[in-house]
């Protein structure tokens, strides 16, 4: 159980697994659908783009469960409010290479948002710093749980983790949402560049990061 103050549970900062999937797939769905980088890349203007929206966060979450890279996420009161995807400096991970994942991609949120998937995805590794970053493919809260300062504490687990680790330099995240600038450049984070995505821009982000003494 959740340690509690004042009879308010205490969030704690936990480890994830597969066994996690559905509940990470459920808090990453709700934090992407209305994204405008996911808006065009998965083609909302036309039927069934939730579907594919679906699709794309199942499989790329499975994808990284599999590559066994960390997965973290907020607990409180025994219910999972959020949760973050982070891959290891060394995996610079090329999606048109896996295969598997392109396959399942196809059938499930079809070619034409695979292929501008992978498009915005090449373009991304091609903005990635040297020498090699952790990257944060993956991060949301739960809707019903935002402002209450839980997005802040799984950003500052996630550097805690990157930082502890001596293979990776920094870390490095994207969003299409200009309200989230404000706080990503009060942890620290700058600007890389932005890639135009449709109407809009997705903004590349990074921060050095060494481990302790």
Request: hydrophobic share 35%; net charge positive; glycine share 8%.
């Amino acid at each position: 159980m959740s340690s509690t103050t004042n009879n308010k549970p205490e969030p704690i900062i936990v480890r994830l697994d597969v066994s996690a999937l559905n509940e990470v797939k459920s808090i990453l769905y709700d934090a992407y659908r209305n994204e405008p980088t996911f808006r065009y890349l998965f083609n909302h203007r036309q039927p069934g783009y939730d579907q594919r929206v679906r699709a794309t966060i199942r499989e790329l979450a499975r994808l990284y469960f599999d590559l066994d890279q960390e997965a973290v996420g907020v607990l409180v009161d025994d219910t999972l409010v959020a949760v973050a995807l982070i891959g290891d400096p060394d995996l610079r991970l090329n999606l048109a290479n896996q295969a598997g994942w392109r396959l399942r991609m196809v059938l499930t949120a079809g070619f034409a948002s695979t292929r501008r998937y992978l498009e915005y995805h090449r373009r991304l590794r091609a903005m990635l710093p040297q020498p090699l970053a952790h990257q944060l493919p993956l991060m949301g809260v739960n809707p019903k749980y935002q402002n209450r300062g839980y997005g802040r504490l799984l950003l500052k687990a996630v550097q805690r983790l990157c930082a502890d680790n001596p293979r990776g330099g920094g870390l490095v995240l994207d969003t299409g949402n200009n309200r989230y600038l404000p706080f990503y450049e009060s942890e620290g984070f700058r600007s890389l560049g932005k890639m135009r995505v449709g109407d809009s821009l997705d903004h590349i982000l990074y921060r050095e990061m060494h481990s302790s003494p």
